[in-house]
């Protein structure tokens, strides 16, 4: 099984793919580490660090798309995380492997935004340091709100947290849980050992 998280920034994408991987005992690859180190390694790749996500993800998806398709012909089971990862490509899965992917679309409401933003920057980091400055409210509004309306044109359920991140972000857990079991009662031959809900 093969879990993608999505999301704008700050939104807890790499603290969560960390806690999906404790969970299930499964790796986790963070895009942005590709990102740089295709930057890094060759500064002419198509995008910088300071690219629009969809110029940088036009770059990179091609890659992931082709990593996560042979996770699932080696029936490895894998968590992939990134600002980089858009609705629109997950939709454009090829349906063989659609089957063996998991997306989630992590955004914030904008209630939750306004209550919670300072806390949002002290805990922007926790995981990986960033050095780069976080949106201000306002844009980090408009991300949000952007990103819910992507994936509902795009036909793919956001998960938005309104109040309580813990709890809400448990509650992705246990649907996610439901999927796996769902796939594992459906199709055994595609899952390896190591992946215990």
Not at 84 to 104: C, F, G
Not at 144 to 150: F, S
Request: proline letters at 4%; aromatic letters at 8%; one cysteine or more.
């Amino acid at each position: 099984m093969i879990i993608v998280i999505g999301g704008t920034s700050c939104v807890g994408k790499t603290n969560f793919a960390s806690m999906l991987m404790k969970r299930y005992t499964i790796p986790y690859f963070s895009i942005d580490h590709l990102m740089m180190g295709l930057y890094r390694s060759n500064s002419k790749c198509g995008f910088t660090p300071e690219s629009t996500v969809d110029k940088i993800s036009r770059n990179i998806w091609p890659i992931i798309y082709e990593m996560i398709k042979t996770n699932i012909e080696n029936k490895n089971n894998f968590i992939y995380e990134g600002v980089q990862i858009l609705p629109e490509e997950i939709r454009e899965i090829d349906k063989s492997y659609l089957n063996s992917v998991i997306p989630v679309f992590l955004c914030l409401s904008e209630k939750y935004i306004i209550k919670n933003y300072q806390i949002i920057k002290d805990k922007r980091g926790v995981v990986e340091k960033r050095t780069d400055s976080i949106d201000s409210i306002d844009k980090m509004i408009k991300s949000n709100n952007e990103m819910i309306e992507h994936c509902e044109n795009n036909k793919i359920k956001p998960y938005i947290i309104n109040e309580n991140y813990l709890e809400e972000v448990e509650e992705i857990v246990k649907r996610i849980d439901l999927t796996i079991a769902s796939t594992l009662t459906t199709r055994p031959d595609t899952q390896s050992a190591s992946l215990n809900p």
